[in-house]
């Protein structure tokens, strides 16, 4: 015999708490829903994040690490030379002989600038000058075994001045510009001097080996900074 199916309450009023109850559960499982979309989308969100501030922390490092070796690149290294003995035969080089004379006096070279001669008591500090020193005062420091370096502003380029500081060491050196000159550098040590033409001369370098710091020098090693507290 066919089996009856479950009928209905005909209460409305039961019919409707069963609606209601349905609806009610559907809804719970829509807002469950809507609730792991939107966690899956922040998890995703955040990975995407984390990966982009990981690619920005790769590149900055990059960065910081290609600005750091660039810098170590680019910057000249200090140049240094061992103590000459001023034994070299150099061409070009003129060498002269002049007294060692302190005085206060002005005093007229007879090189245009000066190797040698009469001077100030007070020597110059070894250093780059973006100005003229006194020739008195950088006569003095040759005297010590320092070298001078100068060049007419009007014969070279900047170019040609970075190229300088790159080979004059932080030391016993001097690198001033000298107007008026009758060559665009000129290379000086105590009794000794080359005229060049360019800084891409080779005896730049080859006059630094031969004379700075020489013990041919007057007083070879004697100071070529400011004395401690100053001249009196």
Known sequence: MASTPPRKSGNPANN??????????????????????????????????KTLTWVLSGVGVAAVIALVVGSYVLTPRPVSYDIANGSLTIEGVETFKHE???????????QTPPAGG???????????????????????????????????????????????????????????????????????????????????DKRITTFFENYWRSNQAPEPGALCVEPQGGWM
Not at 100 to 110: S, W
Not at 166 to 189: E, F, H, K, V
């Open 118 to 200: 009469p001077h100030s008591y007070r020597w110059l500090t070894c250093a780059v000058y973006e100005e003229p020193v006194a020739d008195v005062n950088a006569v003095h420091s040759m005297e010590h075994g320092a070298v001078w370096v100068t060049y007419d502003p009007e014969q070279v380029t900047a170019d040609d001045i970075q190229k300088l500081k790159s080979m004059t060491p932080d030391t016993y050196a001097i690198l001033s510009p000298y107007g008026g000159m009758d060559t665009p550098i000129a290379m000086s040590a105590w009794n000794a001097q080359l005229k060049l033409d360019s800084v891409d």
């Open 100 to 110: 060692t004379l302190h005085t206060e006096d002005p005093v007229e070279y007879e």
């Open 16 to 49: 409707s708490g069963f609606n209601q109850a349905a609806s009610q559960k559907q809804q719970r499982q829509e807002e469950r829903a809507a609730k792991l979309a939107e966690y899956q989308r922040n998890i995703a969100r955040r990975k995407r994040n």
